[in-house]
C-alpha cells in the first residue's frame, strides 16, 4: 500500500476512469423509479408581453399527461433568486422575456409531453421591450443602483496627463455550454422530498425548493452526484428545474424529471454578461498610466440573478495588474428582456479587465511603445504603488517575477523582432504577438459565503468516507479534498472514499463557485480530520504504553510518537477506538477571516489573496479571409504550492481555451424580437480541437507556497481564463501590421471572429485591392 502524502504529486483525477468508461453517473443516468415522470417546458415566445389568457384543458386531456402546471399551483411563494427573489418560477400576469417559463407539463413520456405543450393555450398582449445596454441607459432601466470607487482626483490628473485617451469598450456574452445540461429528479419521500440536480449550490437549491412548496428546509434533501460542467451556468439557474421537479413530484405523488434538451437549455438560460464602458485614461510619455475614469455597464437580461455581484467584480478588476494613482469606477447593472445573464468563469473580472487592457494597448499603439513594456512598467510594486483602488495593498506581488521568467522562457524579445521580419516579408498573412499578466482576487467579495463544512467517518477497519460541501463539476475538486484527507490522516488516497454532496450531510453550505472551492472545503476537512487525530491519538499512546498526551504523528499508514517508534497501524488504531468506545465520526467547518467591503464608501478587503499569472500569445492572421490561427501560446502561473499538479495544469489549459473562445468565436446573436439565434452547436461556435495552439506551453511557478491556505495552494479555476486576452492583444498587432506606417488605435471587435478581424483590416487598409 503506497502510503506516501498524495499532497503536490500528480495523479488521476478520481473519475476519470469512469468519465471515460461510462460507468460515471449524472442525474440523468440515475435508474429510474418506478412510476417516473418526466416535464416539457412551455416558453413565452415573447420579450415582453402581458398575459391575458391560460387554458390548459386540451394539453391535460391528452392520455398519459398528469399535470400540467401553471403559477397558481405553486403551494408556497411564486419567487425564487440567488439574492433578491425577483423572478417568477412560472410566469404569472406578464413576461418579460423570450424563453421564459409559463407552464410545465408533466406526463408519462417525452412525445406524450411535447404533444400536449403545444396544446398550451396562452394568449399575449405584446408590450414594448429593452434591447441593448444603450437603450437600458437611455431609459434608465437599471437592475442596481451606482457602485463608485475612487482615489485621487481622477479629473484633475486627466487634464494634465501628457497622452490622454478616450475610447469605448464592448464585450460580448458567452454561453457555458457544459456537455451534461440542466437536469433534476425529485423523488417524494413520506412527505418530503429528496432532489437530485446538477448543481454548484445544493443549498439554494434545498432552500429555494422549500420555499416554493412552502415546507422547511429540514423537508427537501439535495444531492448532487457530479456535474458534466458548470462554469457558473448551474450556480443559479440550476433553481428553476430543480424547483419545477420538485413541485411536480409533490403534487402528483411520483418521481419527476427535468431534463433539458441543448436548444431548450439554451433558450432558458443565461450566460455571460455582455459589458460596455467608455473611458478615459491619462499616460505619461513613457506609457505610465496616471488616471482612469470609467464608466462601466453589464446587460443583466430580466431579473436581477448575480449581476449586482458580477458588476461589483468588475469593478475590482479594472485596475488588474497595475498601479493607478488617480482614479473613478463606476458601475450599473442594466435591466433589459433577454435571458437573465449569470454567473461564468471569472464572474466579471474578465469585462473589467479588457478595459484596462483596452487603453494599456491604446496607448502602447499611440507612443508607438511595446505594449508588454508599457504593461510591465505599471505593474503593482511596493509601497506606496501597493494600495488597490479599494484601499487594501496586494499581497505576496508574484507580477515582477513572473514577467522576468516568462519573457525569458518564451524568447520574447527574438519573437517580436522574428514577427515583425515576418510581416515585412509576407503580404497576405501577417503574424502578432501578445503579452497578458494578471492579478485575480480570491474569495467570495460577500463575506458571509465564505464558509464551508466537512463530515469524516472513520470506519472500524480504518477505511474513511469524506463528505464534504463542495461539487464536483469536472474541475477535479474531489481529488484533492481525498489527497487532503488522506494527508492529514497519513493513509492513501484508496482508503478514502468522497461522498456524494448532500444537504443531510453538509448543511448551509455556498456554492462551489469563486475559485473558493478547494480553499474553503479543504480548510473544513482538515478542521475534522484534526479532531479525529486529537481523539484517536491518545489511544495511540496507550496502546503504545506512552504516557497520556504524548505527541503523536499521523503518517505513512501508521500512527507514531513524535519522538520516534514503530508505532500502530492506522487500521488496527480505528478498531482500537471503536472498541474504546471512542466516536469516529466529526465534522469541521471554516470561514475565511478578514473579508469585509463597504460598498458605499468603496473601501475594503474583499480578497483574501491574489491568483497571479502571465501569457504570451502568438498568432497568425490571413488577411484574405479574416481566420486566424494561434501558433504557440506560453504560461505561466502561480497556483501556490499545487496541491495536485495535474489537476491544475490542466485547469489553466481548460480555462485559457474557454477564454479563447470568449474573445474570438463564440458569438451570442439575438433576433430583432429577442429570440436568440445561437442556442446549439450548429450556430453557436465554441473551441475544437482545431482551435487548440499548436505549440501549448504550461508551466506552474515554483518556489510559490501561500500563507494561510491548505496545502500552501492557490485557486486555480477562473484566473488563467484572463490569460487569454493576450490572444486578442496579439490580432490588434497582427492586424496593424497589414498598413505599416499606420499610425494609432487598432479597432477589433470582441468577439474578433473572422468577420471581425477583415472588418479591422478593412479599416486599416481602406483599399484592400491595393494590398
Known amino acids: 500500500m503506497n502510503t506516501k502524502s498524495p499532497l503536490h504529486l500528480p495523479a488521476l483525477h478520481e473519475s476519470g476512469r469512469r468519465h471515460a468508461s461510462g460507468e460515471a453517473r449524472y442525474v440523468d443516468d440515475l435508474p429510474a423509479l418506478p412510476g417516473t415522470l ?361 507580477l515582477p517575477r513572473i514577467h522576468r521568467e516568462l519573457m525569458a522562457s518564451s524568447d520574447y524579445e527574438a519573437r517580436r523582432e522574428a514577427v515583425a521580419a515576418f510581416n515585412a516579408g509576407s503580404r497576405f498573412t501577417k503574424r502578432g504577438i501578445g503579452y497578458q499578466p494578471l492579478k485575480f482576487g480570491i474569495s467570495f467579495t460577500a463575506s458571509l459565503l465564505n464558509q464551508a463544512g466537512a463530515l469524516i467517518l472513520v470506519y472500524a477497519d480504518g477505511s474513511v468516507q469524506l463528505n464534504h460541501g463542495g461539487t464536483e463539476m469536472g474541475q477535479g475538486l474531489h481529488t484533492k479534498m481525498m ?62 504504553g506512552l504516557p497520556e498526551g504524548t505527541p503523536m504523528r499521523f503518517e505513512g499508514g501508521r500512527v507514531s510518537p513524535d519522538a520516534g517508534g514503530e508505532g500502530v497501524p492506522f487500521a488496527e488504531l480505528a478498531m482500537s477506538c471503536w472498541v474504546r468506545q471512542v466516536s469516529l465520526a466529526a465534522s469541521g467547518f471554516y470561514a475565511t477571516p478578514g473579508i469585509r467591503y463597504d460598498a458605499k464608501t468603496g473601501r475594503g478587503r474583499p480578497f483574501f489573496y491574489y491568483a497571479y499569472g502571465a501569457s504570451v500569445v502568438e498568432v497568425e492572421v490571413n488577411g484574405l479571409t479574416g481566420e486566424h490561427r494561434l501558433r504557440r501560446v506560453d504560461i505561466l502561473h502561480d497556483v501556490g504550492d499545487s496541491l495536485i499538479p495535474t489537476i491544475d495544469r490542466g485547469q489553466v489549459e481548460g480555462a485559457f481555451v474557454q477564454g479563447l473562445g470568449w474573445l474570438t468565436n463564440e458569438e451570442v446573436l439575438f433576433d430583432g424580437d429577442g429570440r436568440l439565434l445561437t442556442h446549439g452547436p450548429s450556430t ?29 495552494s492557490k485557486a486555480v479555476g477562473e484566473p488563467p481564463f484572463m490569460l487569454a486576452i493576450a490572444a486578442h492583444t496579439a490580432l490588434r498587432h497582427a492586424v496593424a501590421s497589414f498598413d505599416a506606417a499606420r499610425e494609432g488605435p487598432v479597432e477589433l471587435a470582441i468577439p474578433a471572429t473572422g468577420e471581425a478581424i477583415l472588418r479591422a483590416i478593412t479599416e486599416v487598409v481602406p483599399d484592400r485591392g491595393g494590398r
Open 38 to 398: 418526466v416535464t416539457v417546458l412551455v416558453l413565452s415566445p415573447h420579450a415582453r408581453a402581458r398575459i391575458t389568457r391560460r387554458d390548459r384543458a386540451a394539453a391535460l386531456a391528452t392520455p398519459g399527461v398528469h399535470r400540467v402546471l401553471f403559477a397558481e399551483d405553486i403551494p408556497g411563494h411564486n419567487r425564487i433568486g440567488p439574492i433578491v427573489h425577483d423572478e417568477p418560477l412560472l410566469a404569472e400576469d406578464e413576461v418579460f422575456t423570450v424563453g421564459q417559463i409559463v407552464a410545465a407539463v408533466v406526463g408519462e413520456t417525452y412525445d406524450v409531453c411535447r404533444a400536449a405543450a403545444a396544446l398550451v393555450e396562452v394568449d399575449y398582449e405584446p408590450l414594448a421591450p429593452i434591447f441593448g445596454i444603450q437603450a437600458a441607459i437611455a431609459v434608465g432601466s437599471f437592475l442596481t443602483d451606482a457602485h463608485v470607487i475612487a482615489r485621487g482626483d481622477a479629473a484633475a490628473a486627466l487634464a494634465a496627463a501628457p497622452v490622454r485617451i478616450s475610447a469605448e469598450v464592448a464585450s460580448g456574452g458567452q454561453r457555458h455550454f457544459y456537455l451534461e445540461t440542466q437536469a433534476a429528479l425529485a423523488v417524494p419521500d413520506e412527505g418530503r422530498v429528496t432532489l437530485h440536480s446538477s448543481t454548484q449550490h445544493p443549498t439554494e437549491i434545498q432552500r429555494m425548493a422549500a420555499e416554493i412548496l412552502g415546507v422547511g428546509h429540514h423537508d427537501i434533501t439535495c444531492v448532487v452526484p457530479r456535474m458534466g460542467g458548470g462554469f457558473g451556468g448551474k450556480e443559479s439557474q440550476a433553481t428553476q428545474p430543480a424547483c419545477i421537479a420538485a413541485l411536480a413530484a409533490t403534487l402528483t405523488g411520483r418521481p419527476v424529471k427535468v431534463w433539458l434538451d441543448r436548444d431548450t437549455d439554451m433558450k432558458t438560460t443565461g450566460g455571460r454578461h455582455p459589458f460596455w464602458s467608455r473611458y478615459e485614461a491619462g499616460f505619461d510619455e513613457d506609457g505610465r498610466i496616471l488616471a482612469f475614469d470609467v464608466h462601466i455597464y453589464c446587460d443583466g437580461g430580466w431579473s436581477a440573478d448575480l449581476s449586482g455581484p458580477i458588476m461589483d467584480r468588475a469593478l475590482f478588476h479594472l485596475d488588474n495588474a497595475y498601479f493607478i494613482p488617480a482614479l473613478r469606477f463606476e458601475g450599473r447593472a442594466c435591466r433589459t428582456n433577454v435571458l437573465s445573464n449569470t454567473a461564468f468563469r471569472g464572474f466579471g473580472g474578465p469585462q473589467g479587465m479588457l478595459v484596462i487592457e483596452d487603453a494599456m494597448n491604446r496607448a502602447a499603439e499611440q507612443l508607438g511603445l511595446d505594449p508588454a513594456a508599457v504593461r510591465a512598467l505599471n505593474f503593482y510594486g511596493d509601497a506606496p504603488r501597493d494600495i488597490t483602488q479599494y484601499g487594501f495593498p496586494i499581497t505576496h506581488n508574484r
Open 483 to 544: 489527497a487532503v484527507c488522506a494527508d492529514e490522516l497519513g493513509i492513501a488516497t484508496d482508503r478514502v472514499r468522497v461522498m456524494t454532496t448532500a444537504t443531510d450531510k453538509v448543511p448551509n453550505t455556498s456554492a462551489t463557485a469563486a475559485s473558493s472551492g478547494t480553499d474553503l472545503n479543504g480548510q473544513a476537512v482538515r478542521a475534522a480530520c484534526a479532531t479525529l487525530r486529537e481523539r484517536m491519538g491518545p489511544v495511540a499512546a496507550e496502546t503504545l
Open 684 to 712: 453557436y461556435k465554441i473551441p475544437t480541437a482545431g482551435d487548440i495552439p499548436d505549440d501549448f506551453r504550461v508551466a506552474l511557478l515554483d518556489r510559490a507556497p501561500q500563507p494561510e491556505v491548505v496545502g500552501g
